[in-house]
C-alpha cells in the first residue's frame, strides 16, 4: 500500500523550516527517508524503525508516531542544498521491497 | 558504506534496438535487488525483483519478454529493455539489500533512458 505524502510541494526562502508529512491507513514495518534531486538517484537520510522513535542529522529530523502510521521529516533553517524532491519509503513490500510515496518536492529559494 | 554501481549513466538508443543495464554491489553481496522505473515528476515504480540463482518476479504490468532481468551472481544483476520504444524513455534505478548498514537499501545512481 504506497504511503500518502504531504503537501504535494512547498517554497520556502532560505532560513525557514519545513515538515513533509508520510502516513498510512495501517501500521508501517518502516518508514525510510530520501532525496532526490532532478536526474539523480535517491540519496538515504534516514530510517525509523520503532513507534515514538525520533531521530536527527544536522537540521534534518524525523519522527515516526507510537502507532506507527506517520512519519514527518523536519527541515529546520533550509539551505538552497535541501531543494529537491523528498520521498518517504515504506518497508513491507511483497518482494522485501521498498514502497515509495508520491515525492514532496522542496524548492528553497534565496 | 554499502555502494551500488549503476552502468551507464545514460543511453540514447534507436527504437527497436536493445540495451543493457547493469547494477553491481561493489562490497557487499545482494541477493537480491530491485528494478525501479520512475517517469519524470513521478515516484519511484518497482518493475521487478531480481534474485540470485532464480527467475525475477515481475511486477503487475511489466512484460517481463520486454525487460529481461538476469541476476547470475551475488554482485550483478542486469535489465535488458529489449525491442525499445519511445515510451520505454524513463529514468531507471537499481536498488540492492544491505542488512549490514542502517538503511537496508541503497541504490545505484541510475540509467537515463532515451528511444528515438
Known amino acids: 500500500q504506497q504511503p500518502v505524502q504531504s503537501p504535494q510541494a512547498v517554497i520556502l526562502r532560505e532560513g525557514e523550516d519545513a515538515v513533509i508529512n508520510c502516513s498510512s491507513s495501517k501500521a508501517l514495518y518502516s518508514v525510510h527517508w530520501y532525496r532526490q534531486k532532478h536526474g539523480e538517484a535517491p540519496v538515504f537520510l534516514m530510517i525509523?524503525?520503532?513507534?515514538?522513535e525520533q531521530k536527527g542529522h544536522e537540521k534534518i529530523s524525523a519522527s515516526f508516531n507510537e502507532k506507527k502510521q506517520q512519519s514527518s521529516l523536519y527541515l529546520t533553517a533550509s539551505q538552497l542544498s535541501y531543494s529537491g524532491t523528498y520521498f518517504c519509503?515504506?518497508?513491507?513490500?511483497?518482494?522485501?521491497?521498498?514502497?515509495f510515496g508520491k515525492g514532496t518536492k522542496l524548492s528553497v529559494k534565496p | 558504506g554499502a555502494v551500488v554501481s549503476q552502468h551507464p549513466s545514460w543511453v540514447i538508443c534507436k527504437s527497436g534496438t536493445s540495451v543493457k543495464i547493469e547494477c553491481r554491489s561493489l562490497?557487499?553481496?545482494?541477493?537480491?535487488m530491485f528494478w525501479y522505473r520512475q517517469f519524470p515528476k513521478q515516484s519511484l515504480m518497482l518493475m521487478a525483483t531480481s534474485n540470485e540463482g532464480s527467475k525475477a518476479t515481475y511486477e503487475q504490468g511489466v512484460e517481463k519478454d520486454k525487460f529481461l532481468i538476469n541476476h547470475a551472481s551475488l554482485t550483478l544483476s542486469t535489465l535488458t529493455v529489449t525491442s525499445a520504444h519511445p515510451e520505454d524513455s524513463s529514468f531507471y534505478i537499481c536498488?540492492?539489500?544491505?542488512?549490514?548498514?542502517?538503511?537496508?537499501?541503497?541504490f545505484g545512481s541510475g540509467t537515463r533512458l532515451t528511444v528515438v
Open positions: 536498488s540492492a539489500r544491505d542488512t549490514r548498514g542502517p538503511a537496508g537499501y541503497t
Open positions: 562490497d557487499f553481496q545482494a541477493t537480491t
Open positions: 519509503g515504506t518497508g513491507g513490500g511483497s518482494q522485501g521491497n521498498l514502497i
Open positions: 525509523l524503525l520503532k513507534g515514538g
